[in-house]
């Protein structure tokens, strides 16, 4: 039955369905960025005033777990992406690199594939793609 689901997405829905995988993890790598800069967690200061804890301060401490959660959720998806991709073969992992992460011109693969060629390997692409992630 899996194989029958799978064969009945075509080659558009498939395509639609690892664009959105790729957006969140471009967001993921972006997100990284930004926690990665030296303004995105709040600055601990010590001065040695004793304050009570109000409602300031946990919503400090919410941003702040909120940041933790978001890196540790981005550093999975890119790990997993990145895992995938590993895995591929050579030439599929070149044509999804090229297509959702780099965002290549449409046509860039003339030069390297026949056009039959070039669809059925990115079609074996996005098969194995969207196995690894039915398995996860």
Not at 2 to 12: D, G, I, V
Not at 14 to 35: C, G, M, P, R, S
Not at 36 to 61: C, R
Not at 65 to 89: C, G, T, W, Y
């Amino acid at each position: 039955m899996k194989e029958n689901q799978e064969k009945a997405l075509s080659l558009k829905a498939k395509d639609e369905i690892l664009q959105a995988v790729f957006k969140e993890y471009q967001y993921a790598k972006e997100t990284l960025e930004k926690i990665h800069d030296e303004n995105y967690f709040p600055k601990v200061h010590f001065d040695y005033i004793i304050h009570e804890q109000t409602s300031s301060y946990q919503f400090y401490e919410h941003r702040l777990l909120h940041r933790l959660d978001q890196m540790q959720n981005s550093q999975k998806l890119i790990r997993f992406v990145d895992e995938v991709l590993a895995r591929l073969p050579p030439k599929e992992r070149e044509i999804l690199t090229r297509e959702y992460i780099d965002h290549a011109q449409t046509d860039w693969w003339k030069d390297s594939y026949a056009r039959s060629s070039y669809y059925r390997t990115k079609n074996r692409a996005l098969d194995h793609m969207l196995e690894y992630l039915m398995l996860s």
